[in-house]
């Protein structure tokens, strides 16, 4: 009989003990998985953060390719004033040159 009574306290010992592992394991459990909505939920925020990002490269890469459109622009634009200037000054030295002979060639002796 006491042999029984000992093998009783012993497996009710050792079921308060599984009981408590169990509790434990349960615990740990709970912890784990409001650790991974908590991430989770870092995470969207993350995924929206990169999103919006996204869209603002895209915005400023539309704005870059725009400016670019106008610097070419402004380089055509320069190109053809340069173009006049060069046909103003060709113009300016046969006016002169023009000018010169006429002058010169009333003095010729």
Aim: proline content about 0%; hydrophobic content about 40%.
């Amino acid at each position: 009989m006491a042999k029984l009574e000992k093998r009783s306290i012993e497996r009710e010992t050792l079921l308060g003990k599984v009981e408590q592992d169990r509790d434990k394991a349960n615990k740990e459990l709970s912890e784990t998985a409001t650790e991974l909505a908590r991430v989770r939920e870092e995470s969207s925020g993350f995924k929206q953060k990169v999103d919006e990002l996204e869209l603002e490269i895209i915005w400023v890469r539309g704005e870059n390719n725009e400016l670019q459109l106008e610097i070419t622009q402004v380089h055509e634009e320069n190109n053809g004033f340069k173009a006049k200037i060069d046909e103003l000054q060709l113009e300016a030295a046969q006016v002169l040159t023009s000018g010169f002979r006429a002058a010169f060639g009333a003095v010729r002796l």
